[in-house]
């Protein structure tokens, strides 16, 4: 039986009261004014080696401009493209999508060095010819690294490593989150509904192709082909006859040498943004939305130019337009498909609705796309949760669990 899982309010704040403003008598001395609390000083982490960089620097720049800087003080560290560390500026503006380009994280003469000592959490600039010298001490990570390098589990177990407290899945729920074949198993072992795929690995491609594409032929078409373990559609392709499948798993296997096929759904694409429960309460879930591809010249379906630099090939639509009982529906096998992979912090649930109302799970973003126009934070802001107190909430969950084995 489906239980609706009512968004909570969350980001909640109660302002402090003003000081007063009586004199105090020629006989007695005013009370001292009480020191104002230090601010949680937040590391935001962003850019990386993967084919998501530039996706990861606009989130990173609206978070910046976003967070409550009378509550935070921000750190930010970019990671180049070739996997430097690098003290990046305090600029929101600077690191936004500007006339359809992203942003690149440069390269820098010193090198950010996270700590590896447990208990030590200092973060250390290391400059050419210089000793070491310490930048901050660390109270948080709020990593906004999308695919390999950064939501697969490695960042994760470096973090873990450091004893860092940080924001989203540990590491065995990033590296399931991020792998789509090991994804939908655990969804299988969890009798979550999924659609029906098939997975190439890259010896069987290079070794028994025919016996490949026997294993994918049952499917029928259209097809989705992907890389197993890449973001933000990247890579991915529809084949609508079989001849295409070979181009359309080489250009998989450019982004990942294991490739995943998925059978065609007949349904609407919908969307719904989970978070995680505080003191050990239930994850929550937002309202769906969906995504209605409008520009059928295109792909057909929701790939990596629609989601960030051609939003006129798509609606996005939220709340969903959909009866009580299917958003009932929705967010409850959300919320199954969250605790599922054991996530934390942040999940997106990403579900086919079929013409007869039932719903199938695609799969689980881990590290969602989080700039304020990314469907995260708007099915959130359509539940009453701003994208202020989103980013609040989810530093207060990192700061509430404790690192290691939980």
């Not at 199954?336 to 609705?353: I, K, N, P, S």
Request: with cysteine; aromatic share 6%; hydrophobic share 40%.
């Amino acid at each position: 039986m489906s239980h609706h899982t009512e968004p909570a309010a969350v980001g909640d704040s109660t302002g402090s009261a003003s000081p007063s403003t009586a004199l105090a008598s020629s006989s007695t001395r005013p009370e001292p004014t009480p020191e104002a609390a230090p601010r949680t000083r937040v590391v935001i982490l962003f850019g990386g080696r993967s084919g998501e960089h530039g996706i990861s620097v606009a989130t990173a720049g609206g978070v910046m401009g976003a967070i409550d800087r009378s509550k935070y003080e921000v750190v930010p560290v970019g990671i180049t493209p070739k996997g430097q560390w690098v003290i990046a500026a305090d600029e929101p503006e600077r690191w936004a999508i500007t006339d359809g380009q992203a942003v690149e994280v440069p390269a820098s003469a010193s090198e950010v060095v996270l700590p590896l000592t447990v208990g030590d959490s200092a973060l250390r600039v290391m400059e050419p010819g210089q000793v070491p010298s310490a930048l901050a001490d660390v109270d948080v990570v709020f990593p906004l690294l999308h695919g390999p390098y950064g939501e697969d589990g490695t960042l994760q177990g470096l973090l873990e490593l450091a004893d860092a407290r940080y924001v989203g899945s540990g590491v065995l729920a990033s590296a399931v989150g991020m792998d789509k074949h090991f994804m939908k198993m655990v969804f299988a072992g969890q009798g979550l509904p999924i659609g029906k795929y098939a997975v190439i690995k890259p010896r069987d491609w290079e070794q028994r192709r025919d016996i490949v594409l026997q294993t994918v032929e049952p499917l029928g078409l259209p097809l989705f082909v992907k890389p197993a373990r890449a973001g933000s559609s990247l890579g991915v392709s529809r084949v609508d006859s079989l001849d295409d499948l070979p181009a359309a798993v080489e250009e998989a296997r450019r982004h990942d040498p294991k490739v995943i096929v998925e059978a065609g759904i007949v349904g609407r694409e919908i969307e719904c943004a989970v978070l995680g429960g505080r003191g050990g309460q239930r994850p929550r879930a937002s309202l769906p939305g969906e995504i209605v591809v409008t520009d059928e010249t295109k792909n057909g379906f929701y790939d990596y130019e629609a989601k960030y630099f051609d939003e006129s090939a798509v609606e996005l639509t939220c709340p969903a337009d959909l009866p009580d009982h299917v958003i009932k529906e929705i967010q409850e096998i959300a919320v199954r498909t969250f605790e599922a992979v054991d996530a934390e912090g942040l999940a997106r649930v990403d579900v086919f609705v079929t013409p007869e109302d039932q719903v199938i799970v695609n799969e689980i973003n881990t590290m969602p796309g989080f700039t304020p126009f990314s469907m995260y934070p708007r099915m959130w802001e359509a539940s009453g949760v701003s994208y202020p107190e989103l980013i609040d909430e989810l530093i207060q969950l990192a700061l509430e669990r404790p690192t290691g084995l939980r």
